[in-house]
């Protein structure tokens, strides 16, 4: 889908992309074969003719800095299917102290495999693995959790292409926090953790500094299912923004 979009060529906006579609040209290597076939000023049409050669080069390269920084934000969604082999599904907890606050564990799912890094334990590996991954998806992570990294660990590079599911769902009419959206779409979790959030994270915390194995576990699995779930979001959230787009 990646592969359809002109919105980040400078000077392109919805409108002449929408246009671009109509006069079905629907990928870039469509426009490559026959420039003219778009009905657009010389100029803008060499223009796009170079933006469309260097993006379809960039994106064999894999190279997520190009997309990354060229794509409106809103829709860095677009890029999930080209990049999702090296998605990262984050999510942070924290202390929760104003002033005083630091990274308690960071939940990474990969599409396979879900890894937890704790403070005092291994986080210090989580800094290097993060560099594997081209797109990060999050839930109100360009609020929350990336700044907050950002400000805790000034060192950590954070380029990736980045859908940040909050504003994404927003579109599609599903306002609230990621429980109350899993609940107006049937996502299940657990017993032990469907009743838990953000605030119970922070208790779990305190009560393991206090020698309770089981209450990290707890806050684990519950960390576990944040990041799984940002996955079935992210699927029914790129199928319906889609539709709604008009993407071919």
């Known amino acids: 889908m990646l592969g359809s979009s002109f919105l980040h060529i400078p000077g392109v906006g919805p409108v002449t992309e929408s246009r671009i579609w109509e006069r079905g040209i629907l990928t870039w290597d469509q426009f490559l074969a026959d420039p003219a076939a778009a009905g657009l000023s010389p100029r803008m049409e060499a223009h796009i003719t170079a933006a469309a050669a260097l993006s379809r080069d960039r994106l064999r390269h894999e190279d997520h800095r190009f997309f990354a920084t060229r794509l409106p934000p ?42 937890t890094y704790t403070r005092g334990q291994d986080f210090d590996e989580f800094f290097h693995d993060i560099g594997r991954f081209r797109l990060l998806v999050t839930f109100f992570g360009s609020g929350f959790d990336l700044p907050f990294l950002r400000r805790r660990y000034p060192k950590l590079v954070l380029d990736q292409i980045h859908i940040d599911l909050c504003y994404a769902l927003r579109r599609l009419g599903l306002k609230g926090g990621l429980k109350h959206i899993e609940h107006q779409l049937d996502i299940p979790r657990a017993p032990e ?56």
């Open 74 to 115: 809103r829709e860095h969604w677009r890029a999930y299917p080209e990049f999702s082999h090296r998605a990262a599904y984050l999510d942070i907890e924290t202390t929760g102290l104003e002033g005083h606050d630091c990274v308690t564990m960071i939940g990474v799912y990969d599409g396979h495999d879900t890894r």
């Open 193 to 248: 953790t469907e009743h838990l959030d953000g605030w119970d994270a922070v208790r779990l915390w305190r009560e393991w500094e206090r020698g309770s194995q089981d209450a990290l576990d707890l806050l684990k699995a519950y960390n576990k299912e944040d990041v799984r779930n940002l996955e079935t979001l992210l699927r029914y959230t790129y199928h319906h923004l889609r539709a709604k787009t008009g993407l071919p």
